[in-house]
């Protein structure tokens, strides 16, 4: 299995709270997403990463920020979480970009419930 | 037309059935479709993936069907088994895009149960 690790695993919050997942990688790999899974909805990208400090905007990226500092950590911020934003969140990452067909590795999800 | 519709959203067979999953697009410049397996509680890993110069493709009990012409391309699950129960997605690229427009363009999954 792709060396991807997220933190937490599941995190139960507030309205209003901000949330930071952590994904935290060993292979190297400069690609790192960040995606949401909602039922009936599928996978969704929320930003994604082509290298240090190098970041995008995926499809549903209002409402989230993201940093990357370091090859191995991406990180997904959430500044005033909002029940719409209860979710399961993946993190993913892959060798080449997704436009060269680059195969994503995925972590196992954080699941995130906002009261 | 950046959209790719999957269907069936869900799908119950017989364990020796043949599920079948369809997909389809509008945005012609797409070139490349992985297919995605993910186990409950797991995040998704890539089954197989097809390009459009090849009509089908194969790995063991499944197989990518492509049409061009229809824009639409299927995953078929020979001899399915219990285990292969998950769910399933679809997607769509180009090479012919750079940055965000380039990513993958995921279908909504279908969730494919096999009864023993």
């Known amino acids: 299995d792709a060396g991807i690790t997220q933190s937490p695993r599941h995190k139960v919050t507030e309205t209003g709270t901000p949330v930071t997942l952590r994904c935290h990688q060993t292979?190297?790999?400069?690609?790192m997403y960040w995606y949401r899974q909602d039922p009936g909805h599928g996978l969704r990208l929320i930003h994604y990463?082509?290298?240090?400090?190098?970041?995008d905007k995926g499809e549903v990226s209002d409402g989230y920020s993201v940093s990357r500092s370091k090859t191995e950590d991406f990180l997904l911020t959430l500044e005033s979480a909002t029940s719409s934003q209860t979710s399961v969140y993946f993190c993913?990452?892959?060798?080449?970009?997704?436009?060269?067909?680059?195969?994503?590795?995925f972590g196992e999800g954080s699941r995130l419930t906002v009261l | 037309q950046q959209q790719v519709k999957q269907s069936p959203q869900s799908l119950i067979v017989q364990k020796g059935g043949i599920p079948i999953i369809n997909c389809a697009y509008e945005?012609?410049?797409?070139?490349?479709f992985p297919w995605y397996q993910q186990f409950p509680g797991k995040g998704p890993a890539l089954l197989i993936a097809?390009?459009?110069?090849?009509s089908e493709k194969k790995e063991g009990r499944f197989t990518i069907s492509f049409n061009k012409s229809a824009k639409q391309f299927s995953l078929h699950i020979m001899d399915s088994q219990p285990g292969d129960s998950a769910t399933y997605f679809c997607?769509?690229?180009?090479?012919?895009?750079?940055?965000?427009?380039?990513?993958?363009?995921f279908g909504k999954g279908t969730k494919l149960s096999v009864k023993p």
């Open positions: 993913a990452i892959s060798e080449f970009g997704q436009d060269f067909g680059g195969e994503l590795f």
């Open positions: 292979e190297n790999h400069r690609y």
């Open positions: 990463s082509y290298g240090v400090k190098d970041t």
């Open positions: 945005n012609t410049a797409f070139d490349y």
């Open positions: 097809i390009r459009p110069d090849v």
């Open positions: 997607a769509a690229s180009s090479m012919n895009y750079g940055g965000s427009q380039g990513n993958l363009i």
